[in-house]
């Protein structure tokens, strides 16, 4: 039978839309992709190293930053001690203990060579209150105290004891000690003060305070250029029955007002000594005039009132201490020195009967045990150690013979140079006694 034309072209048709496959035979590929493959175990694994890196990255860096805040602050450091230097030398210095017994002599104006004194007045006065236990008759004579001047000339004018002076009351008084009124001073007359009492026991010679004339110079220039006033009222004049203090217990308490007027005067003395001048305990003599030496009272009690000047001899003090180490130490070099235990020395003169008051030249003697110590010039040490190293010390110390000890101190502690500015060092020397000295 004949073929159809449509059949042959359907079969062409055909077999191009549908290839024979040969399973068997082929081997089927699966084409090649270039993009990555999704493993779910390999992406967390890079995940991970790559924040191991970062941080150890970050640590490294942290390191670096504290390694370097910490060298900022040693420079920091290192900086401010060279802004806060600060050196402490603590010194001992040379001692040496001698025994004296020498015989010296002064005179009012010694000079630059020879030794000199000078002498110091103070006055004052003590009071006590004793019981009057006894009851005597008495007769008892005013007593006050009278300031007499001199307007006569610049000469002083030397009074006698029991000098008459006539009272503005018309009656006569007598002075109870020998006095020397010192002459004028420009148009300043001279002063002096006295105890003067009644010429005669009684109340009559008791009064309110009274001028006075020497009554010695009536009838001549004097009479007018001498006169006296008292400091308060005459009181005391007495005759008739009276409460009395016994001798002994009166004496006793005079004692002990002496003593104790003795203590206050020195004592103020003392105080009122010039910067590089020294009073010795002994370098002074008291003079004291009893005021109200009544024994009787008005009462059971009586008011004892002791009035007197201590007179003291001053050294200058460098000169007094050369002087002495001079003779006491082996080969003195004239390094300053002075006595730590001044109160230990004993001073006496050789002819007790001087006045120290009006004394022009003194002979002297000094016993007892010296505590003589070395002084140490701190502003020169001070220089001779600005800028040096610490180990350097020891060989600047080299030049101070009077040095015995030292020890040196730096701050900041790591510091090891003494600073360069003099403030910045202070010089602390032990003296004996307590007696610590800092120069700053």
Not at 135 to 151: F, L, M, P, Q, T
Not at 246 to 275: G, H, V
Request: glycine share 6%; no cysteine.
């Amino acid at each position: 039978m004949p073929k159809s034309i449509f059949q042959d072209m359907v079969k062409i048709n055909n077999n191009r839309r549908y290839p024979s496959i040969d399973v068997e035979k082929k081997t089927i590929r699966k084409p090649v992709s270039h993009r990555p493959v999704h493993r779910e175990p390999e992406e967390e694994e890079v995940y991970t190293s790559s924040r191991v890196s970062v941080e150890e990255r970050a640590s490294r860096n942290h390191h670096g930053l504290w390694f370097v805040a910490f060298i900022a602050v040693i420079f920091f450091l290192f900086s401010l001690s060279y802004f806060f230097a600060h050196a402490t030398v603590v010194i001992d210095p040379k001692v040496k203990d001698v025994t004296l017994d020498l015989n010296l002599s002064a005179g009012l104006d010694g000079g630059e060579e020879n030794l000199s004194f000078d002498t110091v007045s103070i006055s004052g006065e003590v009071s006590k209150t004793v019981a009057a236990q006894e009851k005597k008759e008495v007769s008892e004579s005013a007593r006050g105290v009278v300031v007499i001047y001199n307007k006569f000339s610049t000469a002083p004018q030397k009074l006698d004891i029991n000098t008459r002076l006539e009272g503005s009351n018309g009656k006569i008084y007598k002075t109870e000690k020998l006095i020397t009124v010192p002459g004028m001073t420009g148009l300043t007359p001279g002063s002096v003060e006295v105890v003067v009492y009644g010429s005669e026991a009684g109340e009559a010679y008791n009064s309110e305070p009274l001028d006075f004339k020497v009554f010695g110079f009536k009838g001549t220039p004097k009479y007018e250029k001498f006169y006296g006033r008292s400091k308060d009222k005459l009181s005391g004049g007495f005759k008739g029955l009276s409460n009395v203090v016994s001798t002994e217990d009166k004496t006793k308490a005079m004692t002990e007002l002496k003593n104790e007027l003795r203590d206050k005067l020195l004592q103020k003395a003392t105080d009122q000594i010039p910067s590089g001048f020294i009073l010795l305990k002994d370098a002074i003599s008291l003079e004291t005039e009893d005021i109200n030496n009544l024994s009787m009272a008005s009462s059971n009690t009586l008011s004892l009132t002791l009035r007197g000047t201590l007179h003291g001899i001053l050294f200058e003090e460098k000169k007094l201490t050369t002087k002495i180490a001079d003779q006491v130490i082996d080969d003195y070099d004239g390094t300053p020195v002075y006595i730590a235990n001044t109160k230990d020395i004993v001073f006496k003169l050789v002819n007790s009967d001087v006045l120290l008051k009006d004394a022009k030249t003194i002979d002297f003697n000094m016993t007892g045990k010296a505590k003589m110590v070395w002084e140490l010039d701190s502003l020169k040490l001070t220089s001779d150690l600005l800028g040096k190293k610490k180990g350097d010390f020891n060989q600047v110390l080299l030049q101070y013979g009077n040095v015995v000890s030292a020890n040196l101190s730096l701050s900041p502690m790591w510091n090891r140079t003494i600073p360069e500015n003099a403030k910045d060092i202070d010089i602390i020397i032990n003296y004996p006694n307590d007696q610590v000295d800092v120069v700053e």
